[in-house]
């Protein structure tokens, strides 16, 4: 599943520079995240980096979005390149 960020965002600036696909962007009025791109940091870290950094705890699973482990490896996969 792709992480989302809520309507609860500070713009605190926190969570951008913890992803490791870039997948975390400032959209029009909070941070938003890519759900191509965001493998939950499956494949980079045992957590999702963001949801740990959050302060205000505003980064749920996306329920819209529903993926596997496996899908998530195999997205980091070809993100990465990384076979």
């Known amino acids: 599943m792709s992480l989302m960020i809520t309507d609860e965002c500070i713009n ?28 939950e940091c499956v ?17 749920p699973i996306d329920m819209n979005r529903r993926e596997t482990q496996e899908e998530l490896m195999a997205k980091y996969r070809n993100i990465t390149g990384k076979l």
Do not use: K, M, R
């Not at 605190?12 to 791109?37: F, S, T, W």
């Open 12 to 39: 605190c600036d926190v969570c951008e520079p913890e992803c490791p696909n870039d997948a975390i962007y400032q959209g029009e009025q909070i941070y938003e995240i890519n759900p191509d791109l965001c493998t």
């Open 43 to 59: 494949g980079h870290y045992e957590t999702s980096q963001c949801v740990e950094v959050c302060p205000i705890d505003c980064i």
